[in-house]
Structure formats: C-alpha cells, structure tokens
C-alpha cells in the first residue's frame, strides 16, 4: 500500500462519461459491460499510454479492441494500448 499513496486517482470527467457511454451505444461492449467500458474510457479521457487488464471478455479481447480503438477516436481521443500484463512484457 505504501507505494500506491503517491499514484493520482482519475477523475470521472464529463470525457469520461461520453466515451464510455459512446463505446456501449456503438458495440463496443455490450451494456452489461459499463464498469469495463468506464476502465477504458477513463485511460482515454485521461491520456493514459497503456491498460492492462485481466479482463479479457471485453476490454483485451481481441475481437474488440479494434472497435473500441475506433470508438475512442470517434469521441476525439486517442486509445491506450489495451493489453494483458504479458503482452506488456512480450512488447
């Protein structure tokens, strides 16, 4: 816990809200996924490089990351990279 106090905790802009509402309007996720969608559209919003993740029923799979990048974009951001840990370290 000691090396996490000094890391920001993001905000939950107006950005934020509009991205991740446009990635469940659009499919980029289904709508059941609006926690997942808000992970992303929070690393977008915020200029956040890369997202790694776990989760990869919907913000690593591979047959949405394309979409979603395309989604961010859209809205007038540029996406993180979305990978899991190892991909990360494979890069």
């Known amino acids: 816990m000691a090396v996490l106090a000094d890391i920001s905790v993001l905000d939950l802009t107006s950005d934020v809200r509009l991205v991740a509402g446009e990635i469940l309007r659009l499919g980029g996720m289904p709508t059941k996924a609006y926690v997942d969608a808000v992970h ?35 809205t007038g951001f540029e996406p993180p990279v979305i990978c899991t840990p190892v991909e990360f370290m494979q890069e």
């Open 40 to 74: 992303v559209a929070v690393a977008a919003a915020h200029e956040i490089d890369y997202l790694l993740t776990w989760k990869c029923r919907h913000i690593a799979n591979p047959m949405l990351r394309g979409k979603i990048e395309t989604i961010c974009r859209v």
